[in-house]
């Protein structure tokens, strides 16, 4: 999942036919606003603030679209172009923008185990993103540990449990209602014990209690360095990219609470709001580990800038 070397297998193949297809209603949105801005084929400044417009449309953002536009003017402003020839610049800007946070996420053999507490809002998909990431790491050869840290959504734990047993890994769960810093503590014995290689614990979202949840998060994070001073060694906010542009203010909420490391993006096949991944990028600089398209096993992947750039333009790569 989480490397490209060697040659591209068909699962790869497959999953990067879902992601284009899960990007194109965003870039169909795109591209039709594109070709409507490009009437008289020049590009002045009037041209350049519908593009603007259309950027923004796509959740790109305010500040991520004036940049993109302001490069275009810097290259093609008073001059003939295509919306062919917007949309490949248009792809090469996003493109530089996104390079920078495409990093995917290693495990660091130095931890054992490497501890990743992961965090996001209920729905977002943080319990099928702990699950596929068991399930990759365990098929190369990875021991994990799962820890059942949302304690009080039961459907939650026994999700958690279902993908343990796909991945062959353990499961540490409680009661409901539960301390899930307790079950955190537990966790984080239990593998060191078991010589784990990863330890991921899945965690609570209910933002409506935002204190609650902050006192949780802060209280996990404080019983694990009892253990190891260094845990977490990375902390994932699962995005689901069907919220927008909401998903900055979850980026900002959840960096209060904790020292979040990097992102990772689900849910793309299902909205036309694809565009804020690179808002995101842009605005906060975090890496970018992978992106999600379905709920298969295999629908979470490295996150290629390259690739979801030019298929956000409609431009296969």
């Not at 977002?124 to 009080?152: M, P, R």
């Amino acid at each position: 999942m989480f490397g490209r070397e060697g040659s591209m297998s068909k699962i790869q193949d497959g999953w990067l036919s879902r992601l284009r297809s899960g990007l194109s209603r965003t870039s169909e949105k795109l591209n039709s606003g594109i070709s409507a801005a490009i009437t008289n084929r020049k590009l002045d400044t009037a041209t350049l603030e519908e593009l603007e417009e259309v950027l923004i449309s796509a959740d790109i953002g305010v500040t991520t679209a004036a940049k993109l536009s302001a490069s275009l003017a810097d290259t093609k402003f008073k001059k003939e172009i295509s919306d062919l020839e917007i949309r490949e610049a248009l792809a090469n800007n996003i493109t530089k923008i996104l390079r920078p946070v495409a990093t995917p996420l290693e495990i660091n053999s130095r931890f054992k185990p490497h501890v990743i507490l992961v965090v996001g809002v209920n729905g977002s998909g943080k319990t099928t993103t702990i699950g596929k990431l068991a399930k990759n790491w365990a098929s190369t050869g990875k021991s994990i540990v799962l820890a059942a840290g949302d304690t009080f959504r039961a459907a939650a734990v026994e999700q958690l449990k279902i993908w343990g047993e796909r991945a062959n890994c353990p499961v540490i769960a409680s009661s409901p209602g539960s301390d899930a810093a307790g079950l955190a503590f537990d966790a984080l014995e239990q593998a060191q014990k078991n010589n784990a290689d990863v330890l991921l614990i899945d965690t609570a979202g209910r933002l409506q209690n935002r204190e609650d949840l902050m006192g949780e998060l802060s209280k996990i994070i404080r019983v694990l360095r009892k253990i190891d001073p260094n845990a977490p060694h990375s902390c994932l906010l699962v995005l689901d990219a069907t919220v927008g542009q909401n998903a900055h203010s979850q980026v900002e909420t959840f960096k209060e609470m904790t020292d979040v490391s990097g992102l990772v993006m689900t849910k793309l096949d299902g909205t036309a709001r694809g565009g804020v991944v690179v808002a995101l990028a842009e605005r906060f600089g975090l890496p970018v580990h992978a992106v999600g398209v379905g709920e298969g096993e295999e629908d979470l992947q490295a996150f290629d800038a390259e690739f979801f750039a030019r298929n956000l333009l409609g431009l296969n790569s």
